[in-house]
């Protein structure tokens, strides 16, 4: 009987030092994050993932970084298998990260509900942000803003959501609303890329004033050497500027930068455009069209190649995922539309 008690006890504080032990890795995994180190992050949920007791809940912290990076089938099947392991505010991450996926992919339609799903939670704050996003891209501003100011009532300094705000505000013509926002963004994060990027395009570009574009989108490079979308609206500012061959190096490294950035033929096609080159603008943009661009970022090019071009190639239309656990009826919405 002693022994049969003793072996009981040091099974139960096995247990609860494994469990010690994950708590202590899921902190460490969540600290690479906000550090922005996401390859470190998605190695130590592997480890977590492997070995006789894997730590099925890390599939939902994995799904994070394999996001971030840019790997979305498998954050998509990361994060839609962890649904199973996990609950509370860790389900509703992972209903994010389902839904981040599938906008990636070009499912929004789906991604708008699993969005909605974490409404009530802990990460309230992203889901409406994604979905004010979706609204965006349909030129749904009123919906999107509505979303905004809820986000901003909770967390007035939610530095996401005033960026998103301010570009809505910038498509409907609001100048002043869109420059408080987009200048606050800055303001709370400085050194954030998206911010200056974002305040080039949606304030500046929007309306025309090139030069204090260019000048949002050189210090976004300058954060981020790496910024293929900063890269791309450069090129087009240089060009719109009267530095067409000095816009054209831009975009091309752009391209370099990120292969599978659809602004690039998008951007590449405007300026032939602009050219009296419709045959060339038209490839571009069949290009643009044929990497996903009005999957992910709505129908701008296809209204363009309906203006100008003879050959009109209809919206892509990828067939959808397999449907993660406890998929609901899919609802319809837009693509995202957000160069980041």
């Known amino acids: 009987m002693l022994r049969r008690n003793?072996?009981?006890?040091l099974a139960v504080l096995g247990i609860a030092m494994q469990a010690t032990g994950n708590d202590k890795a899921w902190r460490k995994v969540q600290e690479a994050y906000a550090k922005g180190r996401p390859y470190k992050a998605v190695r130590a949920c592997d480890r977590m993932l492997s070995g006789p007791s894997p730590d099925q809940r890390f599939l939902v912290l994995r799904a994070v970084g394999r996001n971030m990076l840019g790997h979305h089938e498998k954050?998509?099947?990361?994060?839609?298998?962890?649904?199973?392991?996990?609950?509370?505010?860790?389900?509703?991450?992972?209903?994010?990260?389902?839904?981040?996926?599938?906008?990636?992919?070009?499912?929004?339609?789906?991604?708008?509900?699993?969005?909605?799903?974490?409404?009530?939670?802990?990460?309230?704050?992203?889901?409406?942000?994604?979905?004010?996003?979706?609204?965006?891209?349909?030129?749904?501003?009123?919906?999107?803003?509505?979303?905004?100011?809820?986000?901003?009532?909770?967390?007035?300094?939610?530095?996401?959501?005033?960026?998103?705000?301010?570009?809505?505000?910038?498509?409907?013509?609001?100048?002043?609303?869109?420059?408080?926002?987009?200048?606050?963004?800055?303001?709370?994060?400085?050194?954030?890329?998206?911010?200056?990027?974002?305040?080039?395009?949606?304030?500046?570009?929007?309306?025309?004033?090139?030069?204090?574009a260019l000048a949002d989108f050189q210090r976004a490079i300058k954060l981020d050497p790496n910024y293929s979308f900063a890269f791309n609206n450069m090129g087009l500012a240089l060009h719109k500027l009267g530095r067409t061959d000095k816009g054209l190096r831009a975009i091309a490294l752009a391209g370099r930068k990120k292969p599978d950035n659809p602004f690039v033929p998008r951007n590449l096609g405007l300026i032939a455009l602009d050219r009296g080159d419709t045959a060339r603008a038209c490839a571009h943009f069949q290009r643009a069209l044929a990497m996903g661009f009005t999957d992910l970022y709505g129908t701008e090019l296809v209204d363009l190649v309906r203006s100008h071009c003879t050959v009109v190639a209809p919206p892509s239309t990828p067939s959808a995922p397999a449907s993660p656990p406890g998929t609901p009826a899919p609802i319809n919405a837009p693509g995202r539309h957000n160069a980041p």
């Open 75 to 212: 954050a998509l099947h990361d994060a839609a298998k962890g649904t199973a392991h996990v609950r509370g505010d860790t389900l509703d991450l992972a209903r994010v990260q389902v839904g981040i996926a599938l906008v990636a992919l070009g499912h929004a339609d789906s991604a708008r509900h699993w969005f909605a799903l974490a409404f009530d939670g802990a990460h309230a704050a992203e889901a409406r942000r994604r979905m004010a996003g979706l609204h965006k891209t349909a030129g749904r501003c009123a919906e999107a803003i509505a979303l905004l100011d809820q986000v901003l009532i909770a967390g007035p300094d939610d530095q996401a959501a005033l960026r998103e705000r301010g570009g809505c505000h910038a498509m409907q013509g609001d100048t002043a609303a869109a420059r408080a926002d987009l200048d606050r963004a800055i303001e709370l994060a400085p050194r954030d890329p998206v911010a200056w990027n974002g305040r080039g395009q949606d304030l500046h570009a929007r309306a025309g004033r090139w030069g204090e």
């Open 6 to 9: 003793t072996v009981l006890i």
